[in-house]
């Protein structure tokens, strides 16, 4: 479903009203209450608060891997209908590009091989396939790591392997939970800064989820999250 919104477009990422609402029983839960907010292209945004305050629910509606109970979602300009399974797919596909705290990499595979993967789950395979990977990977400073498998690798090089899976297919939006959390004070800020040069030179939305303070440094902007709906 394709919005017919003029400035739609000039959005990398915008959420309009999301209420999230999990049922189980008798028991009803309000996670989110009518949050809106938007990211710019090549805008740095920290999204901050307690546990239990709605972030990650909100981070993952981003995402199109939950569905609003109520409320609209529209990446790169497009209203994602979340009746739509196959819709929610190609979204989180072709437009969205995931980094999480604990790096999800395949253990048998190598940082090629693990970025590849993930362009071949996108329909791009072969040589050009390798090559892009080999080219995030560049990008991310581990030209010369491309052949290692994750346990040969520090936890700052398996986060920038995770970064250049995210980047395979040229996403508009970037999404990262507690990308910091396991990494050291020193690597943890080279990995923002990465994150950084990356929104900023390619123009791609970036939401990180955290409780790192370090993350302000690279934030164009922070956005505090508490009981399900944002700080004024």
Request: proline share 5%; hydrophobic share 40%.
């Given at each position: 479903?394709?919005?017919?919104?003029?400035?739609?477009?000039?959005?990398?990422?915008?959420?309009?009203?999301?209420?999230?609402?999990?049922?189980?029983?008798?028991?009803?839960?309000?996670?989110?209450?009518?949050?809106?907010?938007?990211?710019?292209?090549?805008?740095?945004?920290?999204?901050e608060g307690p546990s239990g305050s709605g972030k990650t629910t909100l981070?993952?509606?981003?995402?199109?891997?939950?569905?609003?109970?109520?409320?609209?979602?529209?990446?790169?300009?497009?209203?994602?209908?979340?009746?739509?399974?196959?819709?929610?797919?190609?979204?989180?596909?072709?437009?969205?590009?995931?980094?999480?705290?604990?790096?999800?990499?395949?253990?048998?595979?190598?940082?090629?091989?693990?970025?590849?993967?993930?362009?071949?789950?996108?329909?791009?395979?072969?040589d050009p396939a390798r090559r892009e990977a080999e080219r995030a990977l560049?990008?991310?400073?581990?030209?010369?790591?491309?052949?290692?498998?994750?346990?040969?690798?520090?936890?700052?090089?398996?986060?920038?392997?995770?970064?250049?899976?995210?980047?395979?297919?040229?996403?508009?939006?970037?999404?990262?939970?507690?990308?910091?959390?396991?990494?050291?004070?020193?690597?943890?800020?080279?990995?923002?800064?990465?994150?950084?040069?990356?929104?900023?030179?390619?123009?791609?939305?970036?939401?990180?989820?955290?409780?790192?303070?370090?993350?302000?440094?690279?934030?164009?902007?922070?956005?505090?999250?508490?009981?399900?709906?944002?700080?004024?």
């Amino acid at each position: 479903m394709k919005s017919d919104r003029p400035e739609a477009t000039t959005k990398a990422l915008e959420v309009l009203d999301v209420v999230k609402v999990f049922e189980e029983g008798r028991q009803r839960v309000e996670v989110l209450k009518g949050v809106s907010m938007s990211v710019e292209p090549g805008e740095v945004v920290a999204l901050e608060g307690p546990s239990g305050s709605g972030k990650t629910t909100l981070l993952s509606i981003m995402g199109c891997i939950l569905t609003p109970t109520e409320g609209l979602v529209r990446v790169a300009g497009r209203d994602v209908d979340p009746r739509r399974e196959d819709e929610l797919r190609t979204v989180r596909r072709e437009s969205i590009g995931f980094v999480f705290q604990q790096y999800n990499l395949f253990p048998a595979l190598t940082a090629r091989e693990n970025v590849e993967y993930a362009l071949n789950v996108k329909g791009r395979r072969g040589d050009p396939a390798r090559r892009e990977a080999e080219r995030a990977l560049v990008r991310v400073g581990l030209g010369d790591r491309m052949d290692f498998l994750p346990r040969d690798l520090s936890g700052g090089q398996k986060q920038r392997v995770a970064i250049a899976r995210a980047l395979a297919g040229s996403p508009r939006v970037l999404l990262a939970d507690e990308p910091t959390a396991n990494l050291d004070t020193t690597v943890g800020r080279q990995v923002l800064e990465l994150f950084r040069d990356v929104a900023k030179s390619e123009g791609k939305g970036l939401v990180v989820v955290t409780h790192d303070p370090k993350v302000r440094d690279v934030a164009d902007r922070v956005v505090g999250i508490s009981d399900g709906r944002l700080a004024a």
